[in-house]
Protein backbone atom coordinates (compact mmCIF):
# COMPACT_ATOMS: atom_id res chain seq x y z
CA UNK A 1 0.00 0.00 0.00
CA UNK A 2 1.17 3.56 -1.20
CA UNK A 3 2.51 5.63 2.22
CA UNK A 4 0.05 8.11 0.73
CA UNK A 5 -3.11 6.41 1.12
CA UNK A 6 -3.04 7.27 4.93
CA UNK A 7 -1.87 10.32 6.19
CA UNK A 8 -1.09 12.15 9.56
CA UNK A 9 -1.44 15.42 10.22
CA UNK A 10 -1.37 17.57 13.71
CA UNK A 11 -2.34 20.81 15.39
CA UNK A 12 -1.97 22.55 18.66
CA UNK A 13 -5.03 22.46 20.50
CA UNK A 14 -7.09 25.71 21.10
CA UNK A 15 -3.59 27.59 19.61
CA UNK A 16 -2.66 26.87 15.66
CA UNK A 17 0.48 28.95 16.20
CA UNK A 18 1.74 26.60 18.37
CA UNK A 19 3.06 29.02 20.76
CA UNK A 20 4.45 28.46 24.49
CA UNK A 21 3.28 30.03 26.99
CA UNK A 22 4.77 28.03 29.65
CA UNK A 23 2.33 25.02 29.85
CA UNK A 24 2.48 21.40 28.24
CA UNK A 25 1.27 21.82 24.75
CA UNK A 26 -1.76 19.69 23.96
CA UNK A 27 -1.73 18.21 20.01
CA UNK A 28 -4.70 16.73 18.37
CA UNK A 29 -3.15 14.20 15.75
CA UNK A 30 -4.85 13.31 12.88
CA UNK A 31 -4.83 9.98 10.25
CA UNK A 32 -6.74 10.05 7.12
CA UNK A 33 -7.87 7.27 4.76
CA UNK A 34 -7.69 8.91 1.37
CA UNK A 35 -7.54 5.54 -0.46
CA UNK A 36 -9.73 3.47 -1.70
CA UNK A 37 -9.99 0.33 0.40
CA UNK A 38 -11.01 0.54 4.53
CA UNK A 39 -8.20 0.27 7.04
CA UNK A 40 -7.66 -1.46 10.35
CA UNK A 41 -6.23 1.08 12.54
CA UNK A 42 -4.92 0.05 16.29
CA UNK A 43 -6.63 3.54 17.55
CA UNK A 44 -7.36 1.98 21.00
CA UNK A 45 -3.46 1.10 21.37
CA UNK A 46 -2.06 4.51 20.25
CA UNK A 47 -4.30 6.01 22.39
CA UNK A 48 -2.63 3.97 25.52
CA UNK A 49 0.59 4.20 24.50
CA UNK A 50 0.67 7.75 23.06
CA UNK A 51 2.47 9.13 19.56
CA UNK A 52 6.23 9.12 19.06
CA UNK A 53 7.30 12.82 19.63
CA UNK A 54 10.66 14.00 18.91
CA UNK A 55 11.90 17.93 19.87
CA UNK A 56 14.95 19.12 18.42
CA UNK A 57 15.96 23.24 18.24
CA UNK A 58 16.70 24.74 14.69
CA UNK A 59 20.04 23.59 14.19
CA UNK A 60 19.66 20.15 15.51
CA UNK A 61 21.53 20.53 18.31
CA UNK A 62 19.70 19.59 20.98
CA UNK A 63 17.30 16.62 20.68
CA UNK A 64 14.53 15.02 22.72
CA UNK A 65 12.66 12.24 23.19
CA UNK A 66 9.10 12.33 24.53
CA UNK A 67 9.10 9.19 26.45
CA UNK A 68 5.60 6.95 25.51
CA UNK A 69 3.63 5.26 27.93
CA UNK A 70 3.20 1.22 27.53
CA UNK A 71 0.17 -0.41 26.25
CA UNK A 72 -1.11 -3.79 26.19
CA UNK A 73 0.35 -6.20 23.14
CA UNK A 74 -3.23 -7.26 22.83
CA UNK A 75 -4.68 -3.26 22.15
CA UNK A 76 -2.02 -3.14 18.82
CA UNK A 77 -4.42 -6.01 17.27
CA UNK A 78 -7.43 -4.33 17.92
CA UNK A 79 -7.98 -2.42 14.63
CA UNK A 80 -10.53 0.38 14.47
CA UNK A 81 -12.22 0.71 11.22
CA UNK A 82 -11.15 3.83 9.02
CA UNK A 83 -13.16 3.96 5.57
CA UNK A 84 -11.92 5.90 2.31
CA UNK A 85 -12.45 9.58 3.47
CA UNK A 86 -12.79 9.59 6.60
CA UNK A 87 -10.05 10.14 9.84
CA UNK A 88 -9.36 9.36 13.35
CA UNK A 89 -8.24 11.44 16.10
CA UNK A 90 -6.01 10.47 19.13
CA UNK A 91 -3.95 13.20 21.10
CA UNK A 92 -0.39 14.23 22.60
CA UNK A 93 1.35 16.19 25.23
CA UNK A 94 3.95 17.83 25.04
CA UNK A 95 5.40 18.49 28.84
CA UNK A 96 6.55 21.99 29.68
CA UNK A 97 9.12 20.41 31.69
CA UNK A 98 10.41 18.80 28.31
CA UNK A 99 10.19 22.09 25.91
CA UNK A 100 12.28 24.43 28.63
CA UNK A 101 15.19 21.97 27.89
CA UNK A 102 15.89 24.02 24.95
CA UNK A 103 15.97 27.42 26.84
CA UNK A 104 13.84 30.06 27.63
CA UNK A 105 15.30 32.58 25.08
CA UNK A 106 14.28 32.92 21.25
CA UNK A 107 12.86 29.21 21.53
CA UNK A 108 11.92 28.04 18.55
CA UNK A 109 11.80 24.19 18.08
CA UNK A 110 10.31 21.59 15.60
CA UNK A 111 8.21 18.48 16.81
CA UNK A 112 8.19 15.67 14.90
CA UNK A 113 4.68 13.40 15.92
CA UNK A 114 4.84 10.21 14.50
CA UNK A 115 2.75 7.71 13.94
CA UNK A 116 4.22 3.73 13.84
CA UNK A 117 2.13 0.72 13.97
CA UNK A 118 0.67 -2.14 12.09
CA UNK A 119 -2.50 -1.68 10.17
CA UNK A 120 -4.77 -4.31 8.31
CA UNK A 121 -5.61 -3.45 4.56
CA UNK A 122 -9.44 -4.17 3.71
CA UNK A 123 -8.67 -8.10 2.19
CA UNK A 124 -5.36 -8.70 2.99
CA UNK A 125 -4.86 -10.88 6.27
CA UNK A 126 -1.61 -9.82 7.11
CA UNK A 127 -0.61 -6.53 9.21
CA UNK A 128 1.21 -3.49 6.93
CA UNK A 129 3.85 -1.29 9.13
CA UNK A 130 2.31 2.07 8.91
CA UNK A 131 4.80 4.63 9.46
CA UNK A 132 4.18 8.48 8.92
CA UNK A 133 5.03 11.85 10.49
CA UNK A 134 4.16 15.07 10.77
CA UNK A 135 5.83 18.60 12.26
CA UNK A 136 4.74 21.35 14.18
CA UNK A 137 6.85 24.33 15.03
CA UNK A 138 6.71 25.73 18.37
CA UNK A 139 8.36 28.97 19.71
CA UNK A 140 7.88 31.15 22.74
CA UNK A 141 5.39 34.55 22.20
CA UNK A 142 6.44 37.40 20.54
CA UNK A 143 7.37 40.25 22.31
CA UNK A 144 4.57 42.91 21.24
CA UNK A 145 2.18 40.13 22.43
Known amino acids: MPKHELKISAECRDDPSCTYKGKAIAI ?60 VTFDGIIPSTEIMEFGKEDLDIVARIRAAVNIKISGNPEPYLYDDSTFLRIRKPNSEE
Open 28 to 87: DITVTNSGPESIGFPLAYIQRRGPVIGLSDESGNITRSIRINLAPFALGKEYTEIKPGQS
